[in-house]
């Protein structure tokens, strides 16, 4: 069974850094692109940033500068380092990556998330 398994979330002050990790595991071939959302109280889930295999990335406006997403392809890992935090980036964090399973089977897989909060 593929799964993905987000780490790294807390309790961190206004002005701080965390940084998450998401790690993809099962039967899976190969890793195409990864990303980060987030889901705050009351509000739709929302882009942060994707990164492809070739590790181009893109960003949300609201966290370019402040986030930078990196990925392992042989660990099979993306990263998202988050700098400069407030209380508007309190959310729950999702993974989300396609991951194919054979040549002819993919799948768009999502985490269970991760609780990030921001005191100010």
């Known amino acids: 069974q593929v799964q993905l398994v987000e780490s790294g979330g807390g309790l961190v002050q206004a002005g701080g850094s965390l940084r998450l990790s998401c790690s993809a595991s099962g039967n899976i071939f190969r890793v195409n692109d990864m990303g980060w959302y987030r889901q705050a109280p009351g509000k739709e889930r929302e882009f942060l940033a994707t990164?492809?295999?070739?590790?181009?990335?893109n960003y949300a406006n609201s966290v370019k500068g402040r986030f930078t997403i990196s990925r392992d392809n042989a660990k099979k890992v993306v990263y998202l380092q988050m700098n400069s935090l407030n209380a508007e980036d309190t959310a729950v964090y999702y993974c989300n990556a396609r991951i194919i399973l054979t040549t002819t089977n993919d799948m768009d897989c999502w985490g269970k998330g991760t609780l990030v909060t921001v005191s100010s």
């Open positions: 990164i492809t295999r070739g590790f181009s990335t």
